[in-house]
């Protein structure tokens, strides 16, 4: 015969199919062993294919809600810090109601004693309410950079102070209605050099802090130096502000002299300040109250934010990430069946119709 057959050419058509199925059980380990490293499905949304959208839909929600969570965290840890030293404020006016009665039994050691002691819990309140959490001065409101009571520990040097004595210096000349009308007057001041508070403080657009509870819901949670937070001081003898009201009350009784305890003004003046006192312990035992009620508040919501982020997030967990013993033992297959692939293309390109022609 004139021509002849090339026998190898018969094995190109097997050849390349198992090529091809090859490659394909290549590509198919390279893509398990990526998701096996990563822990993901795919790298991409592209190749979640319609998993793709709940993802898009539910990551934003998630963010969110740790977002709220953080701030959340932030603000009930900023309340515990302001409930002691609330606490600590409220145990101080405490003590002063217990001591008042004792000016009003004529002893002029008495008198000594407890001016002495309202000076110093005088300048203890003072530091109280210029306490920081976190570098943040946590009774300014807005302006937590600056401290509320600008004078701190200089507080008994402070025209505050100063005023207050001088009134309380001319108890007898100008009697005990009109020496308690002109103390309130000077603790109800937000003049600067009058009142003993920050600048921000004084102004009526000072704010206390608040926290995002959810889109554009936000709860107040601070208490500001020199305001009531949620409970209204009641009486006629208060600034409206039961802080402002103790510390009248402790610059007025840390200002008396034993000289004084005749003078017939000097026992309706302790009565009013009395009086004062146990309005201002009323209200701030109430704004303590509502406090820890919006602290227990916000950590339930935190609560809530979490079981629901924690569910998102395992819908987006289902669709997103990997399931390790599935792809391992898919691995473990594939690898055998790339093996065998290999094995198979090598014994095909082994084969010749030449090897089957009888001899002759």
Same mark, same amino acid.
Not at 7 to 26: E, H, I, R
Not at 116 to 128: G, T
């Given at each position: 015969?004139?021509?002849?057959?090339?026998?190898?050419?018969?094995?190109?058509?097997?050849?390349?199919?198992?090529?091809?199925?090859?490659?394909?059980?290549?590509?198919?380990?390279?893509?398990?062993?990526?998701?096996?490293?990563?822990?993901?499905?795919?790298?991409?949304?592209?190749?979640?294919?319609?998993?793709?959208? *709940? %993802?898009? !839909?539910?990551?934003? @929600?998630?963010? $969110?809600?740790?977002?709220?969570? =953080? +701030?959340? #965290?932030? &603000?009930?840890?900023?309340?515990?810090?302001?409930?002691?030293?609330?606490?600590?404020?409220?145990?101080?006016?405490?003590?002063?109601?217990?001591?008042?009665?004792?000016?009003?039994?004529?002893?002029?050691?008495?008198?000594?004693?407890?001016?002495?002691?309202?000076?110093?819990?005088?300048?203890?309140?003072?530091?109280?309410?210029?306490?920081?959490?976190?570098?943040?001065?946590?009774?300014?409101?807005?302006?937590?950079?600056?401290?509320?009571?600008?004078?701190?520990?200089?507080? *008994? %040097?402070? !025209?505050?102070?100063? @005023?207050?004595? $001088?009134?309380?210096?001319?108890? =007898? +000349?100008? #009697?005990? &209605?009109?020496?308690?009308?002109?103390?309130?007057?000077?603790?109800?001041?937000?003049?600067?050099?009058?009142?003993?508070?920050?600048?921000?403080?004084?102004?009526?657009?000072?704010?206390?802090?608040?926290?995002?509870?959810?889109?554009?819901?936000?709860?107040?949670?601070?208490?500001?130096?020199?305001?009531?937070?949620?409970?209204?001081?009641?009486?006629?003898?208060?600034?409206?502000?039961?802080?402002?009201?103790?510390?009248?009350?402790?610059?007025?009784?840390?200002?008396?002299?034993?000289?004084?305890?005749?003078?017939?003004?000097?026992?309706?003046?302790?009565?009013?300040? =009395? +009086?004062?006192?146990?309005?201002?312990?009323?209200?701030?035992?109430?704004?303590?109250?509502?406090?820890?009620?919006?602290?227990?508040?916000?950590?339930?919501?935190?609560?809530?934010?979490?079981?629901?982020?924690?569910?998102?997030?395992?819908?987006?967990?289902?669709?997103?990430?990997?399931?390790?013993?599935?792809?391992?033992?898919?691995?473990?297959?594939?690898?055998?069946?790339?093996?065998?692939?290999?094995?198979?293309?090598?014994?095909?390109?082994?084969?010749?119709?030449?090897?089957?022609?009888?001899?002759?």
């Amino acid at each position: 015969m004139s021509g002849s057959i090339d026998t190898s050419l018969a094995n190109y058509g097997l050849v390349g199919s198992v090529a091809l199925q090859s490659t394909k059980v290549s590509q198919n380990l390279d893509t398990l062993t990526e998701q096996i490293s990563s822990g993901l499905i795919a790298n991409t949304f592209a190749g979640l294919g319609s998993g793709a959208s *709940l %993802t898009l !839909d539910l990551s934003p @929600q998630v963010a $969110a809600l740790q977002t709220y969570q =953080t +701030t959340i #965290g932030a &603000a009930t840890g900023q309340m515990g810090v302001m409930q002691t030293a609330m606490g600590q404020i409220q145990q101080i006016a405490a003590n002063l109601v217990q001591q008042l009665p004792s000016l009003n039994a004529l002893n002029q050691s008495n008198v000594d004693t407890v001016a002495a002691n309202a000076r110093d819990s005088l300048k203890q309140v003072a530091d109280l309410l210029n306490t920081q959490n976190g570098g943040v001065y946590i009774f300014s409101g807005e302006d937590s950079a600056n401290p509320p009571v600008a004078s701190g520990d200089n507080i *008994l %040097t402070s !025209d505050f102070f100063g @005023q207050i004595s $001088a009134s309380i210096s001319q108890l =007898t +000349t100008n #009697g005990s &209605a009109a020496t308690a009308a002109q103390i309130l007057g000077i603790a109800s001041s937000n003049v600067s050099g009058t009142t003993p508070f920050s600048s921000y403080l004084s102004q009526p657009g000072a704010t206390a802090q608040s926290v995002a509870t959810g889109g554009t819901t936000q709860l107040s949670y601070g208490i500001l130096a020199n305001a009531n937070s949620a409970v209204a001081s009641a009486g006629t003898a208060t600034t409206g502000s039961y802080v402002r009201d103790l510390m009248m009350v402790l610059a007025s009784v840390g200002s008396l002299s034993n000289a004084q305890v005749n003078d017939p003004n000097f026992s309706p003046l302790i009565q009013n300040l =009395t +009086t004062t006192l146990n309005g201002a312990v009323t209200a701030m035992n109430g704004d303590i109250g509502v406090m820890g009620d919006r602290q227990a508040t916000l950590t339930t919501l935190s609560t809530t934010m979490a079981t629901t982020s924690t569910a998102l997030t395992g819908q987006i967990s289902n669709v997103q990430d990997v399931d390790m013993s599935a792809a391992m033992s898919k691995l473990a297959s594939v690898q055998t069946q790339l093996q065998a692939s290999y094995k198979l293309i090598d014994m095909v390109n082994s084969l010749s119709l030449v090897n089957f022609l009888p001899n002759g």
